[in-house]
């Protein structure tokens, strides 16, 4: 989180899965639409899987779909490492021709991005590391402190406590301190990053994006269901 090349965000199956190329008609691949929901609807066990890498310098709408199917690919092999980074150019792709040329994105564009698509990357993330790492999750661990960041960050694992008598903490060096295998203990929410050096206002953009405020509304309604009803 602390190098200079993540300027904006760092971007997290173990079950293989195969989806199709899906065509889009000209003119459909703004931000605006919901590429990311049409993917996962188009996704399918008898098709040949397309293989992309995330290396790629080119950020253009029309890379969307092949850059859903290479996070598909890294969460399916469980690389976690490249799955945040390609969360990461995803987003810039989202966000539109602006965040697109610079190369990252400002918290002032996270609104540009369907819900949709948020939606479907939260997905990939959940389903591929058994419900422990997305934005979702992170949004509910954000909740659960009061929207504290600090008690976030701890909880999730990117600060780390100082070895002082009194109570200190500070920022995870990316990349070697923060967990990238399910295996090491990760703690829940860990994945994927976002920086948060300069500011915690692109995070709080991706967290209270209405992609994920339905969700929270279906908790609290199913939360007022009499218990009889929820048997």
Same mark, same amino acid.
Request: a neutral charge; glycine letters at 6%.
């Given at each position: 989180?602390?190098?200079?090349?993540?300027?904006?965000?760092?971007?997290?199956? $173990?079950?293989?899965?195969?989806?199709?190329?899906?065509?889009?008609? *000209?003119?459909r %691949?703004?931000?605006?639409?919901?590429? @990311?929901?049409?993917?996962?609807?188009?996704?399918?066990?008898?098709?040949?899987?397309?293989? &992309?890498?995330?290396?790629?310098?080119?950020?253009?709408?029309?890379?969307?779909?092949?850059? =859903?199917?290479?996070?598909?690919?890294?969460?399916?092999?469980?690389?976690?490492?490249?799955?945040?980074?390609?969360?990461?150019?995803?987003?810039?792709? $989202?966000? #539109? +021709?602006?965040?697109?040329?610079? @190369?990252?994105?400002?918290?002032?564009?996270?609104?540009?991005?369907?819900?949709?698509?948020?939606?479907?990357?939260? +997905?990939?993330?959940?389903?591929?590391?058994? #419900? /422990?790492?997305?934005? @979702?999750?992170?949004?509910? &661990?954000?909740?659960?402190?009061?929207?504290?960041f600090?008690?976030?960050?701890? /909880?999730?694992?990117? %600060?780390?406590? $100082?070895?002082?008598?009194t +109570?200190?903490? %500070?920022?995870?060096? =990316?990349?070697?301190?923060?967990?990238?295998? %399910?295996?090491? @203990?990760?703690?829940?929410?860990?994945? *994927?990053?976002?920086?948060? $050096? /300069?500011?915690?206002?692109?995070?709080?953009?991706?967290?209270?994006?209405?992609? =994920? +405020?339905?969700?929270?509304?279906?908790?609290?309604?199913?939360?007022?269901?009499?218990?009889?009803?929820?048997?």
């Open positions: 989180m602390a190098t200079a090349a993540f300027k904006s965000l760092h971007h997290p199956h $173990l079950q293989s899965r195969c989806f199709r190329r899906c065509r889009f008609p *000209p003119g %691949m703004s931000s605006s639409s919901s590429i @990311g929901a049409l993917y996962l609807f188009c996704s399918s066990t008898s098709s040949t899987i397309t293989t &992309i890498t995330s290396s790629s310098s080119i950020l253009t709408p029309a890379a969307v779909p092949q850059t =859903f199917t290479a996070l598909s690919d890294h969460l399916s092999a469980a690389d976690f490492r490249q799955a945040d980074e390609t969360t990461r150019r995803l987003l810039i792709l $989202l966000a #539109g +021709e602006a965040a697109q040329k610079r @190369g990252y994105i400002f918290f002032s564009e996270i609104q540009f991005i369907a819900a949709g698509d948020l939606q479907a990357i939260d +997905e990939l993330w959940r389903r591929h590391s058994g #419900g /422990r790492f997305g934005y @979702g999750v992170q949004r509910r &661990i954000w909740e659960e402190e009061r929207r504290d600090t008690r976030f960050f701890v /909880r999730v694992g990117w %600060m780390r406590r $100082l070895e002082t008598e +109570e200190q903490y %500070m920022y995870r060096s =990316f990349p070697g301190e923060f967990d990238w295998e %399910m295996e090491s @203990g990760s703690p829940e929410g860990h994945l *994927p990053l976002t920086n948060a $050096l /300069r500011g915690t206002r692109l995070l709080a953009s991706i967290l209270t994006h209405p992609a =994920f +405020e339905a969700e929270e509304e279906e908790k609290f309604e199913s939360s007022k269901c009499p218990t009889y009803m929820n048997n």
